[in-house]
């Protein structure tokens, strides 16, 4: 009866769906005003009877209904409570159904809070969130469909993927969506300004505070994945520049440069028409990513298994989109031209900058991810590139980002006069170039020239984003201090830099060593010693393990025990790696269990990761940069009631604010 | 216990029958530092997108031995290599191999910069021959 | 307005390449590099005596099969009736490579489900597996008469493969016709 239900309001979702993109749409071009409110309404209905879908199918799962055919392939009797939660999106059907879920939340949150938009952008904007669900919509009802029944029902089910049966990774796709999902408000407000043939400063102003949230929900989700990578795989690896993760990390550059961008276009009305062209980009690129994991066209263990039929849908509903925003594009951008110009040194230049280096990275991954299939098209031949080549090509336009980052904060708009500039530079150059040396050399040892770029740009970036944090605190009582939009760019950057630091330091130094490992036998591994006390068996709730106890120590001081585990799932019967990490700022310790050798001794790989968490800290600092930057006061509703009147009031009837 | 039994029993029949070792160490750390390059960079071919450094599968363990013992036999990296590519095929390699499909690969990075440094250039001259002041009544702020 | 169309041409281009990807199929598949060449030289013992080998030097002279299975292969279970057929029809020679496996399992395993080989080699370590480009069980070569791989299929075999990738590719001169 539950799933039926589920089906219904999924149907149901699907007309509202219909009303919300259709009408606002005709409302606003004749200025209808009753249909343009329909909008509103019809997005809140929509997110109801997603909500009720969703919950129909997350009670499937609670009470394990195998009679429904996803709930049987993924989860299991014995699978904990929380499991059964998370595996509504551990596979296709559910995570599809997850993704309608959270666009029909960013409409409703578009709805809420759009009342300083003039009606017809606003109802233009919900119209085209609409039509996006209303493909997203079909292609669940029409091919992926969640709530298929299975008769007989089995009398227990497939179980969940071991390697999903993990907290970080349960919260990973949410987190992500909101992210992915979130740039089809950006995207919708650079269709809705399309279609008016308007585009403005005060734009730019509204895309802005949408496009940061989805931007730093984005950050978080690709961190998370990237953690749990590296604690659930057991290689210690924390980026594998595998298609899939690439499909997440391709909208988050071009986001980038989105807010990047937006913020000239704000503050000067220029770049008007490539800031369009990022909008429609970044959500091409998640639709792309959505399509890329779901159509069985790359290999990855992340994809979903799936079919080439449900490949074409998405592959048709991306044409539809992004060919028709970009027709859009080629119609209206010419005539967004503006007249303004900046000098050579500027805030401007420095922003382009930022934008050309971004969208360079963004290409190489697009050609990594992307050439192995189009050379097989083309000749036959099957090449694979993998890390190897990523890792070279991406740091080629983001070296020079990553100073020029530094520079840019402290640009003026319009024209920056050169010495002063230089003058607040010199401090920062100087503490690049000292830690750039000092660290590698005298914190772990070696030197070379990438150490030193590396640990240079990060002390660069760090020095340099201060500046204006310390300029505030001790600036003269009475003076308007640091705005929290800069603020939240000070900071942002501030993550930047950790991320940089760590990266290098646990590229060059991580140390890697697998053995094999009796109990009672010890190992060292960069300065530790690794005693291995016991090897037994523990039970979980679903699985069988072998757990190995084994004992770290720093020049015979006992520094931490860790529980590497060998898991076999009692369903799926494979075989899952638990490592026992000691974590720390400082260092991480890893150590994960291989293979069962002979004589009762145990492969064992024990990792030393220096500064690794400083990765993962540095992406929670940007998204808290992000955060601060979006409370500033000028996004407030105050400020809003001052946009209501329209750019052109000739062109929508519209009652007086 | 007979869970326990039966988890063993499970493990041994699950993974290689005649599981050996599962590193090849050289005692010269060239060699060592060399021979872990080499895996890292060489696909697994059983698996979903992996290296046989990373993976436990009976295929890879197989690789590793080999690389190790061509390492041992003086072989270079281009013969290793070729080696792998004469019965895998280019596919693997993670790195591909400069060859006249792969070349602009290498040459990608390079040229974007440049393709972008040029388009930049242009954007900066036909703005800076524009008038800088307009008429905004916004706040002076930095960003 | 020129400018202003390339986006549109870019994804135009990339859309192109998307669909022709999804129509190609399998992308874990890989072609075997053997293909029209000749098959890797090999000797190595045979599974069931020790003391006899069998090599490359066996397989020339007429089509052949060479069949890479093992014990632990569920797929190689599922093809192994088709073999047995195969083999009774006498259409071709099929040799086995048994790779990676224990030796008392594998003979085991064919007193009790028949043998379809006329004798399978022994490939204890891999090694053979590895010169022959083998990352799955099962794997079927199908070699001509001078020794050269004609096609590789990865998977297990049926009827309908069998006619449409193997008797398509044998030409008038092999063995009795099916």
Not at chain 1, 380 to 400: C, D, E, H, Q
């Amino acid at each position: 009866m539950i799933p039926e239900i589920g089906q219904f309001a999924l149907i149901l979702a699907l007309s509202l769906a219909i009303c919300q993109a259709v009408l606002p749409l005709v409302g606003a071009h004749r200025g209808d005003a009753a249909m343009m409110n329909v909008g509103r309404s019809a997005a809140a209905g929509q997110f109801v009877f997603v909500a009720v879908a969703f919950a129909c199918l997350t009670w499937s799962f609670i009470a394990n209904d195998f009679s429904v055919l996803y709930v049987a392939n993924h989860s299991q009797l014995s699978l904990p409570t929380i499991y059964r939660v998370s595996a509504v999106w551990g596979a296709h059907e559910g995570s599809l159904l997850l993704w309608i879920f959270i666009l029909a939340a960013w409409t409703v949150a578009v709805a809420r809070f759009s009342s300083g938009l003039p009606d017809a952008f606003a109802a233009r904007v919900i119209g085209v969130l609409g039509f996006l669900s209303v493909g997203f919509l079909l292609f669940a009802l029409l091919t992926s469909n969640p709530f298929d029944r299975l008769v007989p029902a089995p009398a227990d089910g497939g179980d969940l993927n071991p390697l999903l049966q993990d907290p970080g990774l349960a919260i990973h796709p949410p987190l992500l969506y909101i992210g992915y999902v979130g740039f089809s408000v950006a995207f919708a407000f650079a269709i809705a300004a399309m279609i008016s043939g308007d585009l403005d400063r005060r734009w730019a102003k509204w895309t802005r505070p949408w496009t940061t949230v989805a931007w730093m929900f984005l950050t978080l989700g690709i961190a998370l994945g990237s953690w749990w990578a590296y604690y659930e795989l057991g290689w210690g690896g924390w980026w594998f520049w595998d298609a899939v993760e690439n499909a997440s990390f391709m909208p988050w550059l071009i986001g980038t440069a989105l807010i990047h961008s937006l913020a000239v276009t704000e503050k000067r009305g220029l770049f008007k028409s490539w800031t369009l062209l990022l909008a429609i980009t970044a959500f091409s690129l998640s639709l792309l990513g959505t399509f890329l994991v779901r159509s069985g066209i790359i290999v990855s263990v992340h994809a979903f298994a799936t079919d080439p039929t449900r490949g074409f849908f998405i592959l048709t509903f991306l044409a539809v989109v992004v060919v028709g925003a970009l027709v859009l594009y080629a119609w209206r951008a010419p005539a967004l031209d503006s007249d303004v110009g900046f000098a050579p040194l500027s805030r401007e230049t420095f922003l382009l900058l930022n934008n050309v280096l971004l969208v360079v990275a963004t290409t190489l991954v697009l050609i990594g991810t992307l050439s192995p299939l189009i050379i097989e098209m083309a000749t036959g031949g099957k090449i694979s590139i993998g890390p190897p080549w990523f890792n070279v090509a991406f740091l080629v336009p983001m070296i020079p980002l990553v100073i020029l980052l530094g520079m840019g904060m402290h640009a003026a708009w319009r024209t920056q006069a050169a010495s002063p500039w230089l003058n607040t530079l010199k401090i920062p150059a100087i503490i690049a170039i000292i830690l750039g040396v000092v660290i590698p050399l005298f914190g772990y040892g070696r030197i070379s020239i990438m150490l030193v770029v590396g640990c240079a740009a990060a002390a660069w970036i760090v020095a340099s984003a201060l500046i204006p944090i310390i300029r505030s605190l001790r600036r003269e009582k009475g003076t308007a201090g640091i705005t929290r939009s800069a603020l939240g760019m000070s900071i942002a950057h501030l993550g930047m830099g950790s991320f940089v630091i760590g990266a290098t330091i646990v590229s060059a130094f991580g140390v890697e060593s697998d053995r094999a490992l009796q109990p009672g036998e010890s190992i060292e591994v960069a300065g530790f010693e690794f005693h291995m006390k016991s090897l037994g068996n523990v039970q979980g709730p679903n699985f069988s393990a072998i757990e190995a106890e084994i004992e770290i120590r720093d020049d015979g001081e006992y520094v931490a025990t860790v529980r590497p585990q060998k898991r076999q799932y009692l369903v799926q019967r494979s075989l899952m790696t638990e490592a026992g990490i000691h974590p720390g700022m400082d260092k991480d310790l890893f150590v994960a269990l291989g293979d069962q050798l002979g004589n009762g001794a145990w492969s064992v790989r024990i990792q030393y990761k220096p500064l690794i968490r400083f990765i993962w800290l540095g992406a929670l600092i940007m998204a808290l940069g992000g955060l601060i930057a979006i409370s500033d006061r000028r996004y407030r509703s105050t400020a809003k009631a001052r946009d209501k009147v329209p750019l052109d009031s000739t062109k929508t009837a519209e009652a007086p604010a | 216990m007979r869970k326990f039994v039966v988890f063993i029993a499970a493990v041994l029949l699950t993974s290689p029958l005649f599981a050996i070792d599962q590193e090849k160490r050289f005692d010269d750390p060239e060699l060592q530092t060399r021979y872990e390059q080499l895996i890292s960079e060489v696909r697994c071919l059983q698996c979903q997108n992996q290296s046989i450094k990373d993976s436990n599968v009976s295929l890879a363990a197989d690789l590793r031995r080999e690389i190790a013992r061509m390492i041992e036999e003086g072989q270079t990296d281009e013969q290793i290599a070729e080696f792998l590519v004469a019965r895998y095929g280019e596919f693997a390699l993670y790195r591909p191999r400069t060859s006249g499909k792969t070349l602009f690969l290498w040459v990608a990075p390079f040229l974007l910069v440049l393709l972008g440094g040029f388009a930049l250039f242009r954007v900066l001259k036909h703005r800076m021959s524009l008038p800088i002041d307009d008429d905004t009544t916004n706040e002076g702020r930095a960003e | 307005m020129n400018r202003f169309l390339w986006p549109l041409i870019a994804v135009a281009v990339l859309l192109g390449f998307l669909v022709l990807g999804l129509l190609h199929g399998d992308p874990r598949a890989l072609p075997s590099p053997f293909i029209g060449k000749p098959a890797p030289q090999f000797e190595l013992p045979t599974l069931k005596n020790p003391e006899v080998t069998i090599g490359s030097k066996n397989l020339a002279g007429d089509y052949a099969i060479v069949n890479v299975w093992a014990t632990w292969c569920v797929m190689c279970r599922a093809e192994h009736g088709f073999l047995l057929d195969l083999a009774a029809s006498k259409t071709i020679p099929i040799y086995g490579i048994n790779w990676r496996d224990s030796r008392v399992e594998a003979i085991r395993w064919l007193d009790e489900l028949g043998d379809p080989y006329i004798a399978s080699a022994y490939d204890a370590d891999g090694r053979v597996g590895i010169d022959w480009g083998v990352y799955g069980a099962p794997e079927t070569f199908l070699l001509d008469p001078e020794g050269t791989v004609v096609y590789k299929h990865l998977g297990p075999l049926d009827p309908v493969i069998w006619q449409r990738e193997f008797v398509a590719r044998m030409g008038a001169s092999g063995g009795a016709s099916k």
